[in-house]
């Protein structure tokens, strides 16, 4: 094993001047951005999901249409499919103005406390976590990936 793989990269090493209560609350901030990351994550599925359920009332409608029951064929085409799912809103509507007026200003200022607190350096608490809980010399404990 090649000393390289023994020490942390660069970009994962703490700045000179950073101190440790920086660190500890840049890494607060990226786990709570990373939550934020789950629940867009979630909001996606549910887009995707709503959109599979209205594409399913098409059959449904075919269906209903098929074994003569023409009324509730068209209740359900008339009532529901297409239907908002919150006032004047699709999912989609719902995902733009949550990136607009939420994610994307949190990523944003996430983003700047990195570059003004840290050099723009990432994940400092977790790399320096890995560095204290990493036995040294161990194959599957090396700071960084074999080299290709």
């Not at 786990?31 to 599979?52: D, I, N, V």
Request: charge should be negative.
């Amino acid at each position: 094993m090649s000393d390289s793989h023994e020490a942390p990269d660069q970009a994962h090493k703490r700045p000179p001047g950073v101190c440790d209560t920086t660190v500890e609350a840049l890494g607060a901030l990226s786990k709570a951005l990373e939550t934020t990351e789950r629940a867009r994550g979630h909001l996606y599925a549910f887009h995707q999901l709503t959109g599979t359920s209205d594409f399913e009332l098409d059959r449904t409608v075919e269906l209903l249409r098929e074994a003569g029951h023409e009324d509730w064929a068209e209740r359900v085409r008339h009532e529901i499919l297409g239907r908002n799912v919150i006032p004047g809103h699709w999912t989609f509507q719902i995902i733009e103005a949550y990136n607009t007026t939420f994610y994307e200003p949190y990523k944003a200022l996430e983003s700047a406390a990195r570059a003004e607190l840290a050099d723009g350096r990432d994940h400092l608490f977790e790399a320096e976590l890995k560095e204290e809980r990493r036995t040294g010399g161990h194959p599957d404990h090396t700071a960084l990936p074999p080299s290709a």
